[in-house]
């Protein structure tokens, strides 16, 4: 089959045959029809992350398809059935934290496309119990990135705390920020959207934003403290320290911090004002399954639309490349058919 693998870090996908997966006892293969590029995909690709992915690895945990066979003790699955194979590949399934519905927290899970081969490959397996179900009325195109982008920004909101009628400010309107805003609004948030690139807050005006800051032109917390008062809640999906403070900033009184982008820094917090302020600081990471599927089902009722262009597998390295400069319109889904 056909696949994008990651040999070395730093350098080019290899797009090269390599054997189809072999299915072991409660997995099943998956024709892959359509995969959505994450920046975890390019944190995979460059290897900047703490916890390295092992190598050579095929990226790709926004793969949705058609199941082509399946293995021994599966009982959920059938041959035929549109699924998709998210981040959360597999967890233990016994730990204080999969016993309690907090399974991505599970020490003994497995990531796809990082810890085991991903979907930007004509073939991908997993175990049945972890792939999502995916609707009939929706295309594979269009409900690739709710595997990732929607699930992960759906999760952050939800972990927010915010109420119906709050101001929410989704720093970064890229993959996971255009999608993010969309089930802010669906939410009932009023939601302003930052980003330092004009095309990106063109996108969000579109998609429906209340109030769209570059924060190149201005500072995002002074803005929002005089406009809104500071916010209820912001969710920072932009790779880098400086939006992340500026988040922290932009959070009014008793407000949350939801950091979701990865990238490998710290954010030095003033103790005084977070304990006089009583603002909350929190990490939040994809969503379990239970969360993917009523992310899908937002989806599938058309209230969540990734702003999507389709491209084949072999302009991934091209992709990374536009994505390290900010240059992609939402999300980039390759197809695979
Ligand atoms: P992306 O490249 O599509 O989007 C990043 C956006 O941030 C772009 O629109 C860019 O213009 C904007 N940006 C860059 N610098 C900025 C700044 N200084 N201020 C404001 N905006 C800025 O990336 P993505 O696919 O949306 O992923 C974002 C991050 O989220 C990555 O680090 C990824 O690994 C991480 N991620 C985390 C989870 C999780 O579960 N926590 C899940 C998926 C992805
Ligand atoms: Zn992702
Ligand atoms: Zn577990």
Redesign the pocket.
């Known amino acids: 089959m056909k696949a994008a693998v990651v040999n070395e870090f730093t350098k080019d996908l290899e797009i090269k045959e390599v054997s189809v997966p072999e299915l072991e006892h409660g997995e099943i293969l998956v024709k892959i029809k359509a995969t959505g590029v ?3 995909d390019l ?1 995979c690709k460059t290897g900047d992350w703490p916890v390295k992915p092992k190598l050579p690895v095929i990226p790709g945990h926004e793969g949705v398809g058609i199941v082509e066979k399946v293995a021994d003790g599966v009982k959920s699955i059938k041959v035929g059935d549109r699924v998709g194979i998210p ?1 959360l590949y597999s967890a233990c399934g016994e730990c204080e934290y999969c016993l309690t519905g907090r399974e991505t927290l599970c020490h003994d899970q497995e990531n796809g496309g990082y810890s085991v081969d991903g979907t930007f490959a004509e073939y991908c397996k997993a175990p049945a119990d972890y792939v999502a179900k995916i609707p009939e009325n929706v295309s594979f195109e269009e409900i690739a990135p709710i595997l ?2 929607g699930v ?1 920004t759906y999760k ?1 909101l939800k972990v927010s705390s915010a109420k119906p009628g709050d101001w929410v400010a989704i ?7 255009h999608i993010g805003l969309q089930y802010a609004k669906v939410m009932g948030f009023n939601v302003i959207a ?4 004009e095309d ?1 807050l063109a996108l969000a005006k579109k998609l429906g934003a209340d109030k769209v800051i570059n ?1 190149i032109k201005a500072d995002p917390a002074q803005v929002m403290k005089e406009e809104v008062g500071g916010v209820q809640a912001a969710i920072s ?4 320290k ?2 992340f403070e ?1 988040a922290y900033q932009s959070v009014k009184r008793g407000g949350t911090l939801v950091a ?4 490998n820094d710290e954010l030095p917090i003033p103790i005084f004002d977070t304990v006089l302020n009583g603002v909350s600081v929190k ?4 969503g379990t399954r239970k969360d993917l599927q009523e992310a899908i089902d937002f989806a599938a009722q058309g209230k969540i639309k990734a702003n999507l262009t389709v491209e084949p597998l072999e302009n991934i390295n091209d992709i990374f490349d536009r ?1 390290e400069k ?1 240059k ?1 319109d939402g ?1 980039i889904v390759m197809n695979l058919s």
């Open positions: 994450c920046h975890t944190h981040w990732c982008a992960t952050a720093f970064g309107i890229g993959g996971l920020g930052v980003d330092i690139h990106k924060s999906t932009a790779v880098a400086k939006p500026q979701v982008a990865l990238p990490g939040s990471i994809v994505m900010g992609i999300r």
